[in-house]
């Protein structure tokens, strides 16, 4: 069993900047894919980004790339997400998640193949 606790959310103007964390259980964190994906009101649940083990390729949406980087401490078995430039846009409730089954790459932006979820934290970005 894997537990996941976001935190780093809250209210920010556009143009601002937040960093959101995510805490894992479990002692093998570092096989682990990450990802992190937003749902905004009345919209499915999205890829934002994910990192994976060992070698630590990065992937992102389109929608986030160059404004948002992910990465991970191994040795504090976390995952953050930096993001920067933040737009309206943006405002979305934003949930970490583990693929623990060492999925292959090529699946690592549908959420389906993540096992364990975070509860979530709310960012909104204000116009």
């Known amino acids: 069993q894997v537990q996941l606790v976001e935190s780093g959310g809250g209210l920010v103007q556009a143009g601002g900047s937040l960093r959101l964390s995510c805490a894992a259980s479990g002692p093998t964190f570092s096989e682990y894919t990450m990802g992190w994906f937003r749902q905004a009101p009345g919209k499915e649940r999205e890829f934002v980004a994910a990192v994976t083990t060992s070698a630590g390729r990065t992937y992102y949406s389109d929608s986030v790339k160059g404004r948002f980087t992910i990465s991970r401490d191994n040795a504090k078995n976390t995952v953050y997400l930096q993001m920067n430039s933040l737009k309206p846009e943006d405002t979305a409730v934003y949930y970490c998640?583990?693929?623990?089954?060492?999925?292959?790459?090529?699946?690592?932006?549908?959420?389906?193949?993540?096992?364990?979820w975070g509860q979530g934290t709310q960012v909104t970005v204000s116009s």
């Open positions: 998640a583990a693929d623990v089954d060492r999925t292959s790459i090529v699946y690592v932006r549908m959420s389906r193949i993540y096992d364990y």
